[in-house]
């Protein structure tokens, strides 16, 4: 029998090699968290062009909440408002949050805006969605089809079919490109 | 200094040393990958409705969902329609943000007349009976004193209601009619179909099925969303991916191969291309001696354009040339994906021949993985001379058509669907030579700023004795107005969408989902227009008429579709087969009788750019940098620049340069620059890239006034036999703007 938690606890895959930079992610987030101009809760950060191996390179990297293992946010935050959700995405409880901005400089990835208007803006991993049988609207809509939302489940490898990976909570990056992530962890 | 994300992202792909972000394992489940095949479970929330649409940001006309609120009408959001079989949800940037179509304060909400001078931006607000009834009697007026070549007809891009334009300038008599694009958009390839395949398109790659992509000038993920994912699906199932583009797209920085040509150079690619294939004996000796004519004729014709004359000319090196060809050759089944910037060219029916001729000779036509002949799902098409009623028109009168005797192919009955030289016809406008040409009618246009050379439309803008326009907003042209027509965005609409750019085996319905009270669609205003102006008979009762009969062979009214969603007929393959192809020999013509007949070279021959060092080394002294052009995914021609989710993601528009030009021109990144060329200037941000060659610098097009590229384009000279304008390889110089 499985812990029926864990069938609901959720990863975003991020395939590396997929993304060319479309930009659909960014705008279908916006849409879907209802925020106009300014804050950029996914964002694709352009790498390139440069030289490797003689070949010129550009590269498309989406940054969004890396739902952390050890929310540097969470730790920042001074009245709890930022918790981990069933899902073990990391969630804010708009009740509790003052607006007093410790949240956005703590964030290692830069992926937390704190804006007058909204107050603290992040991925929610659209959890209302998920809730409701939706894909997140950035999975949902891209282009490349570079994210892939995976439930937890301890006897399978992590990321099949790529070689490399990388994660620091529920977002995980994969390529057969880059080495540079690390190995995948093999079935143990 | 990068920001957090950019040094993560650096982090991640090894370009900064040990990432300081310790990698945890993760598991997970066998089944717990899902990839966009989450069904649209439909837990509407309440108060909603969800009316399933098809999106016109562009051609690709991708299948959304439009969220409206239940008691205010308002349009929540739009989104992909994951139940979509062709789109399977995806949706772009523009799609996307689609919603402020229908929110934008800008939008025009009512008929206008000009009060003040033109240009001065003074208006009052009349109705739609006093606005039509007042562009009736200015048209026919003006026909009256001057014929029917005296009024200008002149359209943009495709909407679905384009080609019922095309039939009321025909039931009018109108023969200077047309739209922005056609001679630099679709036309040469349809031309390319027809002469070569006897076939409407050949725009269908299957990439679904293929095992290599040859893709040349078009860069999907900025343009052409569906295309994007099935070029990304094929390439991660293992197909190989060839990018022919002389910037470092972003289809580009995805391929296996990539190959850099010097801007408009392409057709000597192709060339070189062919003799490798035929001179190393990998072309398909079956299909070619079954099912073409002219291949000796070929083999003879490009027995001279070795890889090392291909170079010579195109940059790209020998060895690349030889490996292209290899691999598309070998490879079965191949495709080729062009769109768009093969129409651009100087040479742009030579240059969409010489593209199909390595699909012909490859035997990669109408093939699973190859190119595929398309048709409809048995609605009438609205893409023939029959739809348009070029019946209508006077025998006597067509001859007057602007660029008649010059672009056969264009202008005449050869044309895919008639229609004026737009150049010629501007100049006309301007001198009055050789007859006046009075009064203009434009829907859904931006032509101040759209077309080429574009300070002398804005000339001939002025002559007008009167002009009317339809448009959302109120654009540079729409101010030059006499009168102004208030137009419905696509959310507003119902439109029956049978295109090749949206998908080889359905239509798809369009379906209103939202009303601006006092803005009217396209087809609603064109058929209105047509009994005012005494041609009613030649139309139908309203839109909807219009589209049950367009509908009618397939047994299904509009309501009927509409509720259906989308018509689905599966894909048919060598279907030449039983039929033959429809060209005058009943094979593929290699070598283009047609064309022989009309004045063009039968087989590709590679002429120099008009503007280029080679070509024009006068000019190259004090202009010496090539410019070309390439759009980004957020905008569509002139469009879009007014919305703020669309614009914050290209605020300003970017030029890019080489590092090395840009450190000799002192200029840095993010700096305003001037381009100039001996027609006109342009205002654009510096933006550096290695992605480009040295000398040639990568504009974009679409921004209006100082900031417009068309301002530097120039009317010297044109693609032989339809009229192109040549707008990838203009010489060009570039400074710092002073005080920048």
Known sequence: MKDSTTEHTVYLIVDLDRCWGCRACEIACKQE??????PRPVRIEEIGPRKINGKLLTDFVPVMCQHCRHPACREACPTGAIFRAEDKSIQIDFDLCTRCGECEPA????????????????????????????????AQHCQGRVFTVAADDSTAPIAPGKKYSWSTGRVIYISDKWSSLGKACQNQ | MHSKRHSFALKLLGALPDPEYRTTPTR??????????TGFRGQTAAGINIVRSACFSCNSACEVLIFVDKTSGKVIKVEGDPESPVTRGVLCAKGLAAKDLVENHQRLRTPLRRTGGRGEGKWAPISWDDALNSIAEKLLACKAQYGPQGIALLEGTRRGWSRSYSRLANAFGAVNNGATGWAQCLWPRLVDNKVTFGAPYLESSDCENTQCMLVWGVNPPATWPVKASEVMDARERGACLIVVDPHLSETAAKADLWLQPRPETDTALGLAMLHVIIHNDLYDREFVANWTTGFERLKDHVR???????????????EKIVQAAEIYARTNPA?????????????SLQFCRVTSLLAAITGNIDIPGGNILVSTRGEISQNT????????????????????????????????????????????????????????????????????????????????????????????TAEMGDIVLPASSWLERNNVISSFQTSYTHTIAQQKAAELPEARSDVDIIIDLARRLGVGDKFWEDETAMYDYLLGPTGYSLGDFIAQKRLFAPLEFKTYEKSGFKT??????????????????PLPVYTEPFQSPAKTPTLALEYPLIMTTARRPFFRHTENRLNPLLREQCPVPPVRIHPQTADQAGIGPGDRVIIETPTGRCTAIAELTEGLQPDVILAMPGWQGEENVNNLIPWHEFAPGIGTVSMHSIMCRIRKESGS
């Open chain 2, 584 to 601: 005058p020999s009943g094979k593929v013509e290699i070598y283009s009788s047609i064309f022989e007949k009309n004045g063009c070279e």
């Open chain 2, 335 to 347: 495709c080729i994906c062009r769109c768009l910037a093969v129409d651009l060219d100087h040479d």
């Open chain 1, 107 to 138: 964030c290692p990835f830069g992926v937390m805006a704190h804006t007058e208007q909204y107050g603290p803006v992040k991925c929610t991993l659209c959890i209302s969605r998920r809730e409701n049988g939706w894909l997140p609207s950035c």
């Open chain 2, 304 to 318: 001279d354009c070795t890889p090392a004359w291909g170079e010579g000319i195109t940059r790209v090196s020998r």
């Open chain 1, 33 to 38: 968290l209802g925020i106009g101009t300014g």
């Open chain 2, 385 to 476: 001379h029959d739809f348009i009623g070029n019946h209508f028109l006077s025998k006597k009168d067509v001859p007057l058509r602007r660029g008649y005797e010059d672009f056969p192919f264009l202008c005449s009955d050869l044309s895919p669907l008639p229609t004026a030289h737009m150049p010629t016809l501007w100049e006309t406008v301007v001198t009055g030579e050789p007859y006046p040409i009075k009064a203009a009618l434009i829907f859904g246009s931006n032509a101040a700023v759209s077309y080429s050379n574009s300070g002398r439309v804005l000339e001939a803008l002025q002559k007008l004795d009167f002009l009317a326009v339809t448009d959302l907003f109120m654009t540079p």
């Open chain 2, 28 to 37: 997970l489940g066998r089944d717990g990958r899902k990839r966009g095949t």
